[in-house]
């Protein structure tokens, strides 16, 4: 099944690409890779659950910040390429988790972009992933991801 008639079998509208907050664009086309800038939880213009994790987040609100900041990505690979079904396959997830010492369950956090991913690009959704802890994130974001896809 193609990703845009994925997006729609979910119930997912797309949001409008988030502008970048600093001097940067927010995607590369390079060959046949497109690579986003860090895309943060913003929905509707306000930050989702702002703060860290294991402190003001719990595990499940980084993961609903995660799968946001995940449509985000979304619109930003849209934007660059048209339309999802040029997709070949996500190679790669990067996750920045905003975190309290001693926090440590990054991956399912990250598992918010990562189910996201799978489900609109199904088997071309499964990607390889890095997941770091970091003690402070621009805007309080709780989390932030970047995502490579190989495009036709």
């Not at 086309?29 to 659950?49: C, F």
């Not at 703060?51 to 499940?60: D, K, N, Y």
């Not at 999802?84 to 369950?105: K, M, N, S, T, W």
């Not at 991956?107 to 918010?112: E, M």
């Amino acid at each position: 099944m193609s990703a845009e008639l994925n997006l729609q079998r979910l119930g997912i509208t797309l949001p409008e690409p988030p502008q970048p907050v600093g001097a940067y664009v927010t995607w590369v086309r390079t060959g046949n890779l497109v690579t986003t800038s860090g895309q943060l939880p913003w929905k509707g213009g306000v930050m989702q659950h702002p703060g860290r994790l294991g402190e003001h987040v719990t595990t499940e609100d980084g993961y609903k910040a995660t799968r946001i900041a995940g449509l985000n990505a979304l619109a930003q690979l849209k934007a660059c390429i048209g339309n999802l079904d040029q997709v070949r396959r996500i190679v790669r997830l990067e996750g920045y988790v905003h975190c309290a010492p001693g926090f440590r369950e990054h991956p399912q956090v990250l598992d918010g972009a990562s189910d996201l991913l799978m489900q609109v690009f199904e088997e071309r959704g499964r990607h390889v992933r890095i997941a770091l802890g970091i003690p402070d994130m621009p805007l309080n974001a709780c989390v932030q991801i970047v995502v490579w896809a190989e495009v036709d």
